[in-house]
């Protein structure tokens, strides 16, 4: 069974930095992209930030461009969302999930983690 | 950016009835089109793949259609566990993009 279970979310002050982890098992993860997907309170989904199954490349909206890193451990079947200075407007639930390729989209989510950047 | 839009934004409906949920790109997508339902506990499951293709375990009442910019999810006979919210997603322009959500609520 797929299943992917986000760790680190919290309270954090404007400014301050927060890493985000995913923990994936039931698949091969070193063949998938993944990708990280915030959802603001009471907002819609918002794509964040994609890495290549390789970690090779990756992919962000402008918004974290510079601020977000997004990495990933092979080995442990990990993903990790580096977010630095931090902003109010990145308060959001972040979920991880798998992106196929071919025809893309997001065919497995995580719970989600609530990120709330407040002093 | 393209920019998708659903509509209704709320769309009360009954047990038993067939409802359709739209979504417009600002731009041909090229059928790159998703569709995903999140539960009240911020559960997101997919639903639709590529317009039309059901993913893995979603029942056959839920089907999608459409092409060029415009696209539909329907489910032709509602059961308790369909009322949530949904979103569809094209994914054939980077960056992908969302809906802004459509509630499925009881009337």
């Known amino acids: 069974e797929v299943q992917l279970v986000e760790s680190g979310g919290g309270l954090v002050q404007p400014g301050r930095s927060m890493k985000l982890s995913c923990a994936a098992s039931g698949f091969t993860f070193n063949n998938y992209d993944m990708a990280w997907v915030c959802q603001a309170p009471k907002k819609g989904l918002e794509w964040v930030a994609t890495?290549?199954?390789?970690?090779?490349?990756?992919y962000y909206r402008d918004s974290v461009k510079g601020r977000f890193t997004l990495s990933r451990d092979n080995a442990k079947s990990t993903l990790y969302l580096q977010m630095d200075s931090l902003r109010s407007e990145d308060t959001a639930t972040y979920y991880c999930?798998?992106?196929?390729?071919?025809?893309?989209?997001?065919?497995?989510w995580g719970q989600g983690v609530m990120v709330t950047v407040s002093s | 950016d393209i920019q998708m839009t659903q509509s209704p934004s709320s769309l009360p409906a009954s047990l038993g009835e067939r409802v359709t949920i739209s979504c417009r790109a600002s731009?041909?997508?090229?059928?790159?089109l998703n569709w995903y339902q999140q539960k009240p506990d911020g559960t997101i499951k997919p639903l639709i793949y590529y317009t039309s293709n059901l993913q893995s375990g979603v029942p056959s009442r839920f089907s999608g259609s459409g092409s060029g910019t415009d696209y539909s999810l329907t489910i032709s006979s509602l059961e308790p566990e369909d009322f949530a919210m949904y979103y569809c997603?094209?994914?054939?322009?980077?960056?992908?993009?969302f809906g802004g959500g459509t509630k499925l609520e009881l009337k």
């Open positions: 997603q094209q994914d054939a322009s980077f960056p992908p993009t």
């Open positions: 999930a798998r992106q196929v390729t071919g025809y893309p989209h997001f065919d497995y």
């Open positions: 890495i290549s199954y390789d970690g090779s490349s990756t």
């Open positions: 731009q041909g997508i090229s059928n790159n």
